[in-house]
Protein backbone atom coordinates (compact mmCIF):
# COMPACT_ATOMS: atom_id res chain seq x y z
CA UNK A 1 0.00 0.00 0.00
CA UNK A 2 2.80 2.50 0.86
CA UNK A 3 4.40 1.74 -2.35
CA UNK A 4 1.56 2.95 -4.50
CA UNK A 5 0.74 5.93 -2.60
CA UNK A 6 4.66 6.40 -3.26
CA UNK A 7 4.13 5.81 -6.83
CA UNK A 8 1.25 8.32 -6.98
CA UNK A 9 2.19 11.02 -5.54
CA UNK A 10 4.37 13.67 -7.34
CA UNK A 11 6.07 16.67 -5.33
CA UNK A 12 4.08 19.96 -6.85
CA UNK A 13 7.68 21.12 -8.57
CA UNK A 14 7.19 17.91 -10.72
CA UNK A 15 3.29 18.48 -11.12
CA UNK A 16 4.06 21.87 -12.82
CA UNK A 17 6.59 20.08 -14.94
CA UNK A 18 4.68 17.44 -16.30
CA UNK A 19 1.95 20.20 -16.58
CA UNK A 20 4.63 22.09 -19.01
CA UNK A 21 5.67 19.00 -20.83
CA UNK A 22 1.53 17.79 -21.50
CA UNK A 23 1.34 21.84 -22.90
CA UNK A 24 4.21 21.59 -24.91
CA UNK A 25 3.01 18.34 -26.60
CA UNK A 26 -0.72 19.36 -27.04
CA UNK A 27 -2.65 20.90 -30.16
CA UNK A 28 -2.55 24.97 -30.07
CA UNK A 29 -5.91 25.81 -29.40
CA UNK A 30 -8.01 28.89 -30.48
CA UNK A 31 -10.10 30.31 -28.35
CA UNK A 32 -12.29 32.46 -30.53
CA UNK A 33 -11.97 34.30 -34.19
CA UNK A 34 -13.10 37.69 -34.69
CA UNK A 35 -14.81 39.97 -37.49
CA UNK A 36 -15.55 43.33 -36.27
CA UNK A 37 -16.90 46.03 -38.15
CA UNK A 38 -14.66 50.05 -37.53
CA UNK A 39 -17.23 50.76 -34.59
CA UNK A 40 -16.55 47.37 -33.15
CA UNK A 41 -19.85 45.78 -33.25
CA UNK A 42 -19.79 42.50 -34.72
CA UNK A 43 -19.75 41.21 -38.47
CA UNK A 44 -18.76 37.49 -37.61
CA UNK A 45 -17.49 36.48 -34.58
CA UNK A 46 -16.64 32.19 -33.46
CA UNK A 47 -16.12 30.86 -29.39
CA UNK A 48 -14.82 27.58 -29.13
CA UNK A 49 -13.77 28.63 -25.27
CA UNK A 50 -15.78 28.73 -22.24
CA UNK A 51 -13.70 31.39 -20.93
CA UNK A 52 -16.39 33.69 -22.19
CA UNK A 53 -19.97 31.30 -20.63
CA UNK A 54 -22.61 34.59 -21.64
CA UNK A 55 -22.95 36.15 -24.31
CA UNK A 56 -22.63 39.37 -22.11
CA UNK A 57 -19.31 38.70 -21.57
CA UNK A 58 -18.33 37.52 -25.06
CA UNK A 59 -19.82 40.78 -25.78
CA UNK A 60 -17.56 42.77 -22.78
CA UNK A 61 -14.39 41.11 -24.03
CA UNK A 62 -15.40 41.85 -28.13
CA UNK A 63 -15.48 45.80 -26.92
CA UNK A 64 -12.81 45.56 -24.58
CA UNK A 65 -10.13 44.11 -27.33
CA UNK A 66 -11.60 46.50 -30.09
CA UNK A 67 -11.34 49.43 -27.67
CA UNK A 68 -7.35 48.30 -26.89
CA UNK A 69 -6.53 48.20 -30.40
CA UNK A 70 -8.68 49.87 -33.04
CA UNK A 71 -6.30 53.11 -32.48
CA UNK A 72 -3.44 50.79 -33.63
CA UNK A 73 -1.80 50.42 -37.29
CA UNK A 74 -2.28 47.09 -37.59
CA UNK A 75 -2.82 47.33 -41.24
CA UNK A 76 -0.08 46.44 -42.62
CA UNK A 77 0.56 43.20 -40.70
CA UNK A 78 -0.63 41.78 -37.66
CA UNK A 79 -0.18 42.98 -34.44
CA UNK A 80 0.10 41.04 -31.10
CA UNK A 81 -1.38 41.77 -27.71
CA UNK A 82 -1.58 40.29 -24.20
CA UNK A 83 -5.45 40.97 -22.93
CA UNK A 84 -7.22 39.19 -19.87
CA UNK A 85 -4.33 36.39 -19.97
CA UNK A 86 -4.96 35.74 -23.90
CA UNK A 87 -3.01 36.09 -26.82
CA UNK A 88 -5.15 38.65 -29.35
CA UNK A 89 -2.76 39.00 -33.14
CA UNK A 90 -5.51 41.03 -34.86
CA UNK A 91 -5.19 42.86 -38.35
CA UNK A 92 -7.31 45.34 -39.80
CA UNK A 93 -8.69 45.45 -43.25
CA UNK A 94 -10.42 48.61 -44.81
CA UNK A 95 -13.33 48.62 -42.67
CA UNK A 96 -12.81 45.19 -40.83
CA UNK A 97 -10.69 44.20 -37.85
CA UNK A 98 -9.67 40.55 -37.73
CA UNK A 99 -8.72 39.42 -34.35
CA UNK A 100 -7.29 35.59 -33.36
CA UNK A 101 -7.26 35.05 -29.58
CA UNK A 102 -5.30 31.98 -28.02
CA UNK A 103 -4.31 31.41 -24.15
CA UNK A 104 -0.97 33.27 -22.83
CA UNK A 105 0.76 29.81 -23.58
CA UNK A 106 -0.14 29.48 -26.98
CA UNK A 107 2.51 30.44 -29.72
CA UNK A 108 2.15 33.92 -31.38
CA UNK A 109 2.99 32.23 -34.79
CA UNK A 110 0.83 29.73 -35.35
CA UNK A 111 -2.10 32.31 -34.08
CA UNK A 112 -0.49 34.12 -36.83
CA UNK A 113 -0.72 31.89 -39.24
CA UNK A 114 -4.55 31.20 -38.49
CA UNK A 115 -5.41 34.86 -38.71
CA UNK A 116 -3.73 35.34 -42.20
CA UNK A 117 -4.92 32.52 -43.42
CA UNK A 118 -8.69 33.68 -42.21
CA UNK A 119 -7.39 37.17 -43.80
CA UNK A 120 -6.37 35.65 -47.09
CA UNK A 121 -9.43 33.23 -47.81
CA UNK A 122 -11.66 36.01 -46.69
CA UNK A 123 -9.58 38.23 -49.55
CA UNK A 124 -10.55 36.06 -52.09
CA UNK A 125 -14.15 35.08 -51.10
CA UNK A 126 -15.20 38.79 -51.65
CA UNK A 127 -12.88 39.26 -54.80
CA UNK A 128 -10.73 42.00 -53.14
CA UNK A 129 -13.56 44.12 -51.90
CA UNK A 130 -13.15 43.32 -48.18
CA UNK A 131 -15.42 45.70 -46.58
CA UNK A 132 -18.31 45.37 -44.19
CA UNK A 133 -21.15 45.84 -46.67
CA UNK A 134 -19.32 43.49 -49.14
CA UNK A 135 -19.05 40.53 -45.48
CA UNK A 136 -22.49 41.36 -44.40
CA UNK A 137 -23.76 40.28 -48.49
CA UNK A 138 -21.21 36.98 -48.16
CA UNK A 139 -21.64 36.44 -44.15
CA UNK A 140 -22.48 32.88 -44.78
CA UNK A 141 -19.26 32.34 -47.16
CA UNK A 142 -17.16 34.12 -43.69
CA UNK A 143 -19.43 31.51 -41.60
CA UNK A 144 -18.28 28.48 -43.60
CA UNK A 145 -14.53 30.41 -43.75
CA UNK A 146 -14.59 29.97 -40.11
CA UNK A 147 -15.31 26.47 -39.57
CA UNK A 148 -12.95 25.18 -42.40
CA UNK A 149 -10.15 27.20 -40.25
CA UNK A 150 -10.88 25.89 -36.62
CA UNK A 151 -13.16 23.05 -35.38
CA UNK A 152 -13.79 23.03 -31.28
CA UNK A 153 -10.62 24.80 -31.23
CA UNK A 154 -8.43 22.86 -33.41
CA UNK A 155 -6.67 24.50 -36.07
CA UNK A 156 -7.57 22.78 -39.62
CA UNK A 157 -6.43 24.91 -41.82
CA UNK A 158 -4.42 28.05 -42.60
CA UNK A 159 -3.75 28.53 -46.16
CA UNK A 160 -6.32 30.76 -47.31
CA UNK A 161 -6.45 29.40 -51.29
CA UNK A 162 -6.96 25.95 -49.42
CA UNK A 163 -9.88 27.44 -47.17
CA UNK A 164 -11.33 29.90 -50.28
CA UNK A 165 -11.22 26.66 -52.29
CA UNK A 166 -13.49 24.18 -49.64
CA UNK A 167 -15.81 27.27 -49.02
CA UNK A 168 -16.36 27.69 -52.65
CA UNK A 169 -16.93 24.14 -53.30
CA UNK A 170 -19.11 23.68 -50.17
CA UNK A 171 -21.10 26.82 -50.94
CA UNK A 172 -22.13 25.39 -54.61
CA UNK A 173 -25.79 25.42 -55.40
CA UNK A 174 -26.28 22.35 -57.31
CA UNK A 175 -30.10 23.03 -57.92
CA UNK A 176 -28.48 26.32 -59.28
CA UNK A 177 -28.61 26.99 -62.98
CA UNK A 178 -25.13 26.90 -64.75
CA UNK A 179 -25.95 30.22 -65.55
CA UNK A 180 -26.67 31.92 -62.27
CA UNK A 181 -23.14 30.57 -60.90
CA UNK A 182 -19.61 31.70 -60.69
CA UNK A 183 -17.18 30.25 -63.09
CA UNK A 184 -15.59 27.69 -60.08
CA UNK A 185 -18.89 26.94 -58.98
CA UNK A 186 -19.67 25.91 -62.46
CA UNK A 187 -16.12 24.24 -62.82
CA UNK A 188 -17.24 22.26 -59.28
CA UNK A 189 -20.20 20.97 -60.47
CA UNK A 190 -18.84 19.92 -63.88
CA UNK A 191 -16.25 17.85 -62.30
CA UNK A 192 -18.74 16.10 -59.65
CA UNK A 193 -21.16 15.66 -62.48
CA UNK A 194 -18.49 14.08 -64.66
CA UNK A 195 -17.15 12.10 -61.17
CA UNK A 196 -20.87 11.00 -60.91
CA UNK A 197 -21.04 10.14 -64.25
CA UNK A 198 -17.92 7.32 -64.32
Known sequence: MSKTVALSWQSPRRQQHLTRVHKVDSTPLVKNILLLDSEGKRVAV???????????????FEKSVFTKTHKTNARTEAEITMFDNHIVIYKFVEDLHFFVTGGDDENELILDSVLQGFVDAVTL??????????ALENLNLILLCLDEIIDRGMILETDGNVIA?????????????????????AFSWLANTLQDLS
Do not use: F, H, M
Not at 46 to 55: A, E, H, L, M, R
Not at 125 to 134: Q, T
Not at 165 to 185: F, R, Y
Open 165 to 185: GKVATSSVDQAAPLSEQSISQ
Open 46 to 60: KYYSDDWSTNAAKLA
Open 125 to 134: LLRNKVDKSE
